[in-house]
């Protein structure tokens, strides 16, 4: 009797996790999601377009404002009108300049002016809905950073979820290399004395070989899948992580009236289209502003001389009304346009709330669908391994056949990653409900 020292693949994985985890510090889920909330260069564009936001509304609201503004002129010339004018403003006209000749062709005059106007509009409704649809384009932005903050969140779980499948696969791909080099030595001892037949260990050398492609395979995968959870995180593509398997949680499920009330109450979304439907009749008002009247007042202070420091003051201040009466039948047609942008809007947040309840109700059986398969999938693992040690304990005995003990090395295998894959599937199905309702999820904090 041949005494043999086996393995389970899960406690290689294990073995291999831990020596990988004892030399970094493992990467937990709520750390890549702060990260990335934090250095994602997606997201700081979108915190930028909120600032950008609100100096538009500045900016609009600056409009309504009185505009001054001041004037250092210097002007030489013997223009008659230039000349005549400069010689009224200067205060230096005389009876002289009244000579025919002294009008037609006069000597060369030089002006300095300097003058300060103030510009105040008194109503323009085409203002006051500039600053309005600023306002509420600043909403929109701000919004969509919520609306971007949740969904970098739910990637980050999806990548996080995508390494950690990854690490396992190659971890149980690895100790199943070990389990085939074992069973190859195990039954070439036997060949050898003549108690299995060479059939058996050609199997068993095509299974190391298909055990090893999967090895291959899951390393390419899993660097494949961190240099993705690093560039969501804004860490450089090629930087080693060890991340921690999440603890086994069973999240309660909200009932389906529920998550859909959240969802209309607290996703960035719907109050997103409510806005877009806001900004289209905000575009309506401006586009009936057009036929509306304007009026404005206007002020000026000016002083004119000869000389820098020898000048004479003067004042005016001046009343506008300005009032389009026709344009080409423009402004008629603007308006129409914009009622047909509003109608369009409003269908959107009409399709959008609906696409937000469908989605709200599709995570929300999907959490309850992972968290049937990751009670299946931890049992499936006990099972398989029980089956993998009762198999080769017939074969050794001569009482199974080799592809009895392949199947199995296969079934555990096929286990392993399935226990891995419910872990990661209920995860981010825990995520992607928490989003769906109007939450950043795994109950992060928006970075600032």
Known sequence: ????????PTLLALVVLSTVAFAQQPLTLDQAISAALKNNPGLRAARAAEREGAARVAEARAAYLPRVD?????????NPVYVFGSLLSQQRFTEANFAIDALNRPNALTN?????????????????????????GRQVAALSVREAEADLALEVTRAYGEVLRAAASRAAAEAAVAAAREDLARAERSRDV???AESDVLSLRVHLAQMREREIQAASGEEIATAHLNRLMGAPLDRK???????????????REEAEQAAMNDRPAVKQAALQLALAENARNAARAAFLPQFSVQVLYEVNGPTFTDRASSWMVAGQLRWSLFAGGGTLARL???????ARANAERESTETALRLEA???RAQLEAALAREEVGRSAVLQARESQRIIRDRYEAGLAPVTDVLRAANALLDAETLRISTIVDLMVARAALERSTGRIPNGQQPAK
């Open 1 to 8: 009797m041949v005494t043999r020292l086996t393995f389970p």
């Open 361 to 363: 109700w599709t995570t």
């Open 70 to 78: 001041l004037v250092e002129a210097w002007q030489r010339g013997n």
């Open 194 to 196: 003549g108690m299995t």
């Open 112 to 136: 300095h002016r300097a003058a300060i106007t103030v510009d105040q509009p008194l109503f323009d409704a085409g203002r006051l809905t500039g600053i309005r649809s600023a306002s509420l």
């Open 336 to 342: 129409k346009a914009a009622g047909a942008a509003a």
């Open 241 to 255: 992580l060890a991340l921690a398997e999440p603890a086994p949680e069973s999240p309660g499920v909200p009932s």
